[in-house]
């Protein structure tokens, strides 16, 4: 069966960075666009970046020039760097499958001022 697991998450200072891995297994991964989506505490989730299987990237406003989407199709991994982290990117963070609407478990990232 289709799984996702997200790894790589932890507390970081401001400014610091992280790469978030989501790892896929249980279907052919380089036939399917992925997206990476965050949930804050008390608000609701949102798209933070997305990738298609041609590799082509688009960025929610507010991570535009300093989060990298990327994907391994050799390794069924789909990677996300963040860099300049800011406390308003605190949340926790999932990995998506488009089609049929997989999610990932989510990892939790913590920017501390």
């Known amino acids: 069966q289709v799984q996702l697991v997200e790894s790589g998450g932890g507390l970081v200072q401001v400014g610091g960075s992280l790469r978030l891995s989501c790892a896929a297994s249980g279907y052919i991964f380089s036939i399917y666009g992925m997206s990476w989506y965050r949930q804050a505490p008390g608000k609701q989730r949102e798209l933070v970046a997305t990738i298609t299987k041609f590799s082509g990237t688009n960025y929610a406003d507010s991570v535009k020039g300093r989060f990298t989407i990327s994907r391994d199709n050799a390794k069924n991994t789909m990677y996300l760097q963040m860099n300049s982290l800011k406390p308003e990117d605190t949340g926790v963070y999932y990995c998506?499958?488009?089609?049929?609407?997989?999610w990932g478990q989510g990892t939790q990232v913590t920017v501390s001022s």
């Open positions: 998506r499958r488009e089609a049929y609407n997989y």
